[in-house]
């Protein structure tokens, strides 16, 4: 995921919904937060409250009120007001993931099989190509 051409001041709907989208995913690959993951305890509402969190700070980097975030994402206004000034575990997390795109410091990238196996093919068409290349 290329997250330097998100938009870190949203003026669009899909423009909000790209930022959550990276604040979420953003969020939840950092590997402090994959070590909070990997314990059981509570991990929906862990996870629920980092998508609101992220929701909430879309939404409200694009100039929402905390009314219409509230409205939008079905939470009270006092449960968005805590996630938007750092009072849940959720809303540091997803500030700090914030703060790393508007710097160009988060770099996502999600090693899957396929890619490793094709990486490998890769490098054995190399050196199958360079072999060739010095018996010409």
Known sequence: MDVTSIPVKPASAKEVRELEIA?????LLR???????????????WVDSLAVAAGALAREKAGYTVAKIAEELGRSETT??????????????????????KTGKLKITIPTPECEETKKKLETVKTTLKELLEKL
Do not use: C, S
């Open 23 to 27: 604040l979420i995913i953003g969020t």
């Open 31 to 45: 590997p402090d937060v994959i070590q909070e993951i990997l314990h059981p305890r509570e991990f929906t509402t």
């Open 80 to 101: 968005i007001r805590n996630h938007l000034q750092g009072k849940t575990k959720a809303g540091q997390l997803v500030r700090e993931t914030y703060d790393m795109i």
